[in-house]
């Protein structure tokens, strides 16, 4: 019996500890949803995988191509998340000078352009004149619109295509990406629009920034991936707009309609194809 008496008190103790213990130490948990703990920062630690070698000597063919990404397609609508938009990325990386920007006439970055510079563009002040409540007086007043990223509605990609002898690959590596903004002009007898880049990023720079920063893929919120990989492994839908041929033009400044949408898939059933074609020289 004394035994028993003697078990008995030593768990009563043990729990009493245990007790003691849990109401000391505070729950890690306790506040967080059930996202939080490791969900949004899942890639702060996973740099980009290196780019495997390249010489120059295996490079059989070679091909320049300019696409665009329409983000108003369902396909593409990771682009425009309301908390993980691409622009909301590189804006920030902008910011905390992670990221260098370079002018939108140059996408072979050779001319830097500061982040004041594209913030104060983007971002628009006018003078507009109110009413004084108390003095009933007329005061000039600076009022600033902040930019609304969802202005963004298609990007430009620069990418080059390439056969790699080495390997007996097509392979492509992505050169830079730029935000097209569409600007509204009008002279008051008849209005226009246009597309321009705001700015270019050069990618080989950027990719270790886009590798820490979460896209959501559409159809799964619990499915996401870094910015880095979504455009790794090519999940997006975008058309070609140029090619770098021996007049450097657009294919809008000489076709238009169908043709010109049947002259993008052509192109680019040219790309694809040519892995098989050169197994035929």
Request: proline share 4%.
């Amino acid at each position: 019996m004394l035994k028993r008496w003697i078990c008995c008190l030593g768990i009563v103790g043990s729990l009493a500890t245990l007790v003691a213990q849990t109401e000391m130490t505070p729950n890690t948990m306790a506040g967080k949803t059930w996202l939080e703990g490791g969900a949004e920062n899942a890639y702060e630690a996973s740099p980009p995988l290196p780019y495997a070698g390249v010489r120059e000597a295996d490079i059989l063919w070679e091909k320049r191509v300019w696409r665009v990404i329409d983000t108003r397609e369902k396909i593409n609508l990771t682009f425009r998340h309301p908390e993980f938009a691409l622009f909301n990325v590189l804006a920030e990386g902008l910011a905390a000078g992670e990221l260098t920007a370079y002018t939108p006439e140059d996408d072979r970055f050779h001319e830097r352009i500061s982040s004041e510079e594209i913030f104060n563009k983007l971002s628009k002040s006018d003078t507009i004149e109110v009413v004084d409540p108390v003095t009933g007086e007329y005061i000039t007043q600076v009022v600033t619109d902040e930019f609304d990223p969802d202005r963004i509605k298609r990007w430009r990609v620069q990418e080059v295509w390439y056969f790699d002898t080495r390997y007996s690959q097509m392979q492509v590596r992505i050169i830079g990406i730029a935000p097209l903004l569409e600007t509204k002009v009008s002279d008051g007898l008849s209005a226009a629009a246009y597309e321009s880049p705001v700015f270019w990023i050069n990618y080989a720079e950027a990719r270790p920034w886009l590798a820490q920063h979460t896209a959501i893929i559409p159809g799964n919120d619990h499915s996401r991936t870094s910015w880095e990989d979504l455009f790794a492994m090519r999940r997006f839908h975008s058309y070609i707009y140029k090619e770098n041929d021996m007049r450097g033009r657009r294919l809008e400044d000489y076709l238009s309609g169908t043709d010109l949408l049947l002259e993008s898939k052509k192109i680019d059933r040219t790309i694809q194809n040519k892995e098989m074609d050169m197994w035929s020289y």
